[in-house]
């Protein structure tokens, strides 16, 4: 479960589509030989975890999740340890060979990648609260209802991958994230009040980050540019515009030119449709009190 399925657009033109039949978490094997050999390079250069992590311009944690093999590398983290380590293409070899992403369903990993590296990201979401945006209750609430059931250790492993992939809307201050979220998602009470409660806590706190915004699409409009169903668009590092449809265990990767320009296209009348900045903080604020 990437971020729970609904109904894609049923566009084909200059996509990539894959489908499996759980997202069951894979062994992590190959991250963790990767980490091993990023490891080895770092105490050949005589570096700590400390004095390695600003040369490649990630945080410790990250550098030490890389390192154990819990955290799937990045492009640019592979690209600046190549060079910091002088490591002869031994880890740009090893991140070719890297298949598997514990935690996230075969059909998103792709996604999840250009994700993590987006310039800019956009995000609509009709069915759930998106999952960079999640709290730990709300998402372990899906996870849990998750049908076919999963067990305690499949949960473990797709909320350790859920929390991972937040850590972007920190570590990456110079990625503009946008999101718009249907306002009957916050109302559905998810897990009970006191969960939307502390989610809708959460969202506010993130809306004050200066790259991240939040824009609420009111239950009463009386145009949408959205009833396709839900949307992502990212810009990739070399200015490229890429769309990401999901739907019921299957994503589908959008890179044709035209496709795209709808689909941003779409965007943008939503962005004039939802809520305003500061009215969509007003009516969270005001959902929070009356939980």
């Known amino acids: 479960m990437a971020d729970i399925g609904g109904s894609a657009s049923g566009v084909t033109s200059g996509v990539t589509s894959g489908v499996t039949s759980g997202g069951e978490p894979e062994s992590s094997d190959?991250?963790?030989?990767?980490?091993?050999?990023?490891?080895?390079?770092?105490?050949?250069?005589?570096?700590?975890?400390?004095?390695?992590?600003?040369?490649?311009?990630?945080s410790v944690p990250t550098v030490a999740s890389i390192e154990q093999g819990r955290r799937f590398p990045p492009g640019d983290f592979v690209d600046r340890a190549e060079v910091v380590l002088d490591a002869f293409g031994a880890i740009q070899g090893a991140a070719r060979h890297l298949s598997r992403r514990p935690g996230l369903a075969t059909w998103f990993?792709?996604?999840?990648?250009?994700?993590?590296?987006?310039?800019?990201?956009?995000?609509y979401e009709c069915r759930l609260v998106p999952g960079l945006l999640q709290t730990e209750a709300y998402a372990r609430t899906l996870f849990v209802n998750q049908l076919p059931p999963l067990g305690d250790d499949q949960v473990e492993v797709q909320m350790a991958a859920r929390m991972d992939r937040q850590r972007l809307l920190r570590e990456r201050p110079n990625t503009s994230y946008s999101f718009i979220i249907e306002e009957h998602v916050l109302?559905?009470?998810?897990?009970?009040?006191?969960v939307t409660r502390k989610l809708i806590r959460h969202?506010?706190?993130?809306?004050?980050?200066?790259?991240?915004?939040?824009?609420?699409?009111?239950?009463?409009?009386?145009?949408?540019?959205g009833l396709?169903?839900?949307?992502?668009l990212c810009e990739t590092r070399?200015?490229?515009?890429?769309?990401?449809?999901?739907?019921?265990?299957?994503?589908?990767?959008i890179s044709h030119s035209k496709v795209v320009s709808m689909l941003q296209m779409r965007y943008a009348r939503m962005r004039s449709q939802a809520l305003s900045l500061e009215d969509t903080l007003s009516l969270l604020r005001q959902m929070r009190g009356a939980l």
């Open 109 to 123: 990993r792709q996604w999840a990648r250009l994700e993590a590296e987006a310039v800019s990201l956009y995000t």
């Open 228 to 232: 396709d169903g839900p949307m992502q």
């Open 187 to 194: 109302r559905r009470l998810m897990g009970g009040q006191e």
């Open 30 to 58: 190959s991250l963790k030989a990767f980490g091993e050999v990023v490891k080895a390079f770092r105490k050949r250069a005589g570096l700590t975890q400390e004095g390695f992590a600003p040369r490649v311009c990630y």
């Open 238 to 253: 070399d200015n490229q515009w890429l769309g990401y449809l999901e739907g019921q265990e299957s994503g589908q990767l």
């Open 203 to 225: 969202v506010l706190e993130l809306a004050e980050l200066r790259n991240i915004e939040v824009q609420v699409m009111p239950i009463e409009s009386t145009g949408h540019a």
